[in-house]
């Protein structure tokens, strides 16, 4: 028995090992990839400048619009799941019944709709505006990305409410505290860290999908100006780059997704760094 269990024991642990390893060589292949191609077309001109005339034809130019247009879409679409999200994970966690029906309801719920593909929220997107009358914009482009991180958003901050320790809450209520102020200065200043950690991913996913603007917030060579005007981003920017029949075109194409790259790398070293500052003042 116990040779059966030292071989059970070993072939898992080297499974794990395997299975990291293989994480780690395919991550480091793309990573390499994308350097490889992409720095030798990156330069400063191609950041801090529009598309000039025939850019997707080997012309001059860059992706400043399309740079801007992805903030201005994942700032306002992340802001957009904030102030609904919020509100919903502070009433399941301190208002709802624990653990009732409802509010497994709603964790159900907000599972499948973790799990659905981006697409499918951009045609649900694309059917709204057609109901609506409303033509591709940055605003389309942010009501439907925010749609589409909201549970993302809803499942991250109940996760870190959910371990919040019921004395803190209890200490509050015995002081005098509502219900709403304990939820407000007591709950979610514990839960922050969690909370701006999972705003700041909820950030790097919005900015880095392409499906569900594709039909909402369009393309244009221009930076945005107003919610009613169409806003490029980087992921379809790289996506229409690499249609080109042009090697140029393409390699610039690498070059954006090395932009891109830095982003959401600073965006995850920045969740990281919050998360740590707001750390000290949780009482554990």
């Known amino acids: 028995m116990n040779t059966r269990r030292k071989i059970t024991s070993t072939f898992f642990e080297t499974l794990m090992k395997l299975s990291a390893f293989l994480i780690v060589a395919v991550l480091l292949y793309i990573l390499g990839t994308i350097l490889y191609k992409g720095i030798p077309s990156l330069s400063w001109e191609m950041i801090s400048q ?3 005339a025939g850019f997707y034809m080997g012309g001059g130019g860059g992706i400043l619009n399309a740079i801007v247009g992805s903030i201005y879409l994942a700032g306002g679409a992340s802001l957009f799941a904030l ?20 509010v497994q309801v709603i964790r159900l719920i907000m599972d499948v709709l973790y799990g659905i593909p981006s697409i499918v929220y951009g045609t649900f997107g694309f059917v709204i505006m057609l109901a609506l009358g409303w033509t591709v914009s940055l605003l389309a482009g942010i009501i439907t990305v925010g749609i589409f991180v909201f549970p993302i958003l809803v499942r991250s901050m109940d996760e870190v409410l959910r371990t919040v320790p019921p004395e803190v809450n209890q200490a509050a209520y015995s002081l005098g505290a509502t219900r709403l102020e304990t939820s407000v200065f007591v709950s979610l200043r514990q839960a922050m860290p969690g909370i701006l950690a ?21 393309f244009t060579d221009n930076i945005p100006t107003s919610l009613t005007q169409p806003a490029a981003t980087l992921p379809l920017s790289i996506f229409f780059q690499l249609g080109s029949p ?8 690498y ?30």
Do not use: Q
């Not at 509100?87 to 009732?100: D, E, H």
């Open 83 to 102: 102030f609904f999200s919020l509100p919903l994970v502070i009433y399941i966690n301190n208002y709802a019944k624990k653990n009732g029906k409802f």
């Open 255 to 284: 070059a954006a997704a090395v932009v891109l790259t830095v982003i959401i790398l600073i965006i995850s070293i920045l969740s990281r760094l919050v998360m740590k500052h707001f750390s000290k003042y949780i009482i554990k």
């Open 198 to 218: 999972g705003f700041l991913l909820s950030f790097g996913r919005a900015i880095g999908d392409a499906a569900s603007v594709l039909f909402t917030a369009g």
């Open 246 to 253: 042009f090697e140029e075109v393409r390699n610039r194409a």
């Open 50 to 52: 529009k598309p000039s």
